[in-house]
């Protein structure tokens, strides 16, 4: 995703009450994370399940959350996912790079970029794909959903190779 | 001293202030001890104990938060006593409850007899203190009042025979009967 989508779904996001972005980098959303970074907005944590426990107790004191990381991280993730944020029902928005999408990607990332969308329905987490058109409209179901108490994500194409 | 009396002690001496505490024994043995509100016992997701405490803490620097972890708890996630250091919560008490075991899982052992938990706190800026015994437990919980930065008891504890009772009340409830003592003791 363009560099200047990627800030406007930042801006779009902590416009909308989005007070905390959470999470460990990914080259997939750089230019999210980089608008975060010099918003002072973003904090960087040493994993994933770290990041979404922040997240949990930040969403308990009722401020919205958002956790950013690789589908690597996500897979890393999936334990705190079942047995913390949906056991009890605890309300963030996941944003998850997706390595994997291009068949020429890098080969680490062919298999969980195969079967994430089949990880993520077997979790029943509620997930939309991002892209240049649909990005407000995706942003706005996510920000809904978690006022309504519920986790989701949204995910970020990989649509370059470097 | 039992993880058991080390929490009655604690959980006691702090009020209604919030708890954080880790899955297995350790929630129990506080559920069983002292129930309240402003306990959030975590069910599963071992480890993040202190994560969702730090989360707490930076959104509510006017209270204090406790985290009552394990050794294995802490040795599993000790990237969270990193990401502490650095964002340097004024309000963060980490309680590590240790057995040099998982006693939780059958009393296997941790490595915490060869690593040294309460120095490697101390590099990551914690102001750190080791309990031995309810005397030196007492001491500290006073001696820590008005300490702003955060804060590490490292407490010794033998290993005990009893077994306390399972956090029966829904994970839901936990969250919403916590979530209501939070804005309640503002």
């Known amino acids: ?162 | 001293m039992i993880r058991k009396e080390a929490i009655g002690i604690i959980s006691k001496k702090i009020g209604n202030q919030s708890i954080v505490a880790a899955n297995g024994f350790i929630s129990r043995d506080l559920f069983e001890i002292n129930d309240k509100n402003s306990n959030f016992y975590m069910i599963g997701s071992m480890g993040l104990a202190s994560s969702i405490g730090l989360g707490l803490a930076l959104k509510n620097p006017k209270k204090r938060f406790f985290i009552f972890d394990g050794d294995g708890n802490v040795l599993m996630n000790l990237g969270s006593l990193a990401t502490i250091g650095a964002t340097e919560p004024k309000n963060l008490v980490h309680i590590v409850f240790d057995n040099s075991s998982h006693e939780s899982t059958g009393g296997q052992p941790t490595i915490s007899k060869k690593i040294d938990i309460h120095s490697i706190a101390k590099t990551l800026k914690y102001k750190t203190y080791k309990a031995t015994t309810k005397n030196e437990l007492e001491n500290i919980l006073r001696k820590i009042k008005k300490i702003k930065c955060p804060i590490l008891i490292l407490i010794k504890i033998s290993k005990s025979k009893t077994t306390s009772k399972r956090v029966d009340i829904d994970a839901i409830k936990i969250k919403q009967r916590f979530m209501e003592s939070l804005s309640n003791s503002s």
């Open chain 1, 1 to 162: 995703m363009k560099a200047i989508i990627q800030k406007k779904v930042f801006n779009y996001l902590l416009k909308n009450e989005v007070k905390n972005f959470i999470g460990v980098p990914d080259s997939t959303m750089k230019h999210f994370i980089d608008e975060g970074l010099k918003k002072n907005k973003i904090l960087i944590t040493t994993r994933e399940e770290e990041a979404i426990g922040i997240a949990a107790g930040m969403s308990m004191s009722k401020s919205n959350s958002l956790v950013f990381m690789q589908n690597a991280g996500f897979a890393n993730s999936i334990s705190t996912i079942t047995s913390l944020v949906q056991l009890y029902e605890i309300p963030m928005i996941f944003l998850i790079g997706w390595r994997g999408f291009l068949k020429n990607d890098a080969p680490e990332h062919a298999k969980i970029g195969k079967i994430q969308p089949k990880i993520l329905q077997a979790l029943s987490l509620q997930s939309k794909v991002l892209n240049e058109k649909n990005w407000k409209t995706s942003s706005d179901w996510a920000l809904k959903l978690i006022k309504s108490g519920k986790p989701c994500a949204l995910i970020l194409i990989r649509d370059f190779i470097d």
